[in-house]
């Protein structure tokens, strides 16, 4: 049975609280790989520097092996420009001035997963890249914002959905948000468009990964013969921004946060 279908599982509040130590992991990873930012850097140093940070806080990356056309093979994916989302890190990948770079990376620590991910530039961007990472953003907390008790998903959706659409970008129908817990994909499936009022209903205990994934020319993507790195099917630029988050009696709480 695929993870979409499964029951949904709520998480206590110890259980929440070791996710947030998961996510504060997550969110050192991403602060340490984003000073690398710059020309020259190559997208496997990268994965070795968020190996090492892993390491350091004794957690790994449930990505490292994820099951996939071959199991994936490191701990983080680095995307540049047209790749949106499952690049594999290569000592022969180069970032160069311009350049948007998506890092998305898990943490496995006591037993629970916290998935975030996070698009910057490379020295100075054009207009249209810098506003195509200003939306991604964007649409994410407009989506963290709906994640309240007695929402539904389709609420979260539907947000992003139209944060993106209505300023003239584009949303995959392939690649969706998930729940996530002891698992990296647990239910529910949480796409980037649907309609208010469907799905299920958010309630305290609740934990979502919630990952808008936006291309500028296109909502079609495919897949690179690595049979893992997903590109916009026209190349034009992409953009990926993801937290783990946790629905609680009150307001949203980010948990992929230091
Ligand atoms: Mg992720
Ligand atoms: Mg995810």
């Given amino acids: 049975m695929s993870w979409a279908k499964r029951k949904v599982q709520i998480k206590n509040p110890a259980e929440v609280e070791i996710m947030r130590e998961a996510g504060r ?12 930012l710059v020309p020259g850097t190559t997208t496997a140093e990268m994965n070795d520097v968020a190996e090492e940070v892993l390491r350091k ?3 790994i990356s449930p990505f490292k092996n994820y099951p996939g ?5 490191a701990s983080i994916t680095v995307c540049i420009n ?8 290569s000592s022969k990948r180069k970032l160069k001035e311009g350049d948007i770079v998506s890092v998305d990376c898990g943490t496995l620590f006591g037993g629970f997963v916290a998935d975030s991910a996070f698009s910057a530039g490379v020295g100075k961007l054009s207009k249209r890249a810098q506003k195509l990472l200003d939306v991604t953003e964007g649409a994410l907390m ?8 007695g929402n539904k998903t389709g609420d ?13 970008f584009y949303l995959t129908r392939e690649y969706t948000g998930h729940g996530v817990g002891r698992k990296m994909h647990e239910a529910p499936q949480v796409p980037n468009y649907g309609t208010a009022g469907r799905g299920l209903v958010l309630r ?12 500028v020319g296109t909502a079609q ?38």
């Fill in 25 to 36: 992991i997550n969110a050192t990873v991403h602060a340490t790989v984003r000073e690398m």
């Fill in 57 to 59: 806080h004794n957690a």
């Fill in 69 to 73: 056309p071959y199991p994936y093979p």
């Fill in 82 to 89: 047209e790749e949106l989302v499952h690049g594999i890190p």
């Fill in 142 to 149: 407009a989506g963290i914002d709906k994640m309240r008790p």
């Fill in 156 to 168: 979260v959706s539907a947000a992003i959905q139209k944060y993106v659409e209505s300023r003239g």
């Fill in 204 to 215: 305290p205990g609740v934990t979502i990964a919630l990952e808008p994934m936006v291309l």
């Fill in 221 to 258: 993507t495919k897949v690179l013969a690595d049979q893992w790195t997903v590109v916009s099917a026209d190349r034009s630029l992409t953009a990926h921004h993801e937290h783990t988050i946790a629905v609680t009696e009150g307001k949203p709480l980010i948990l992929t946060v230091l």
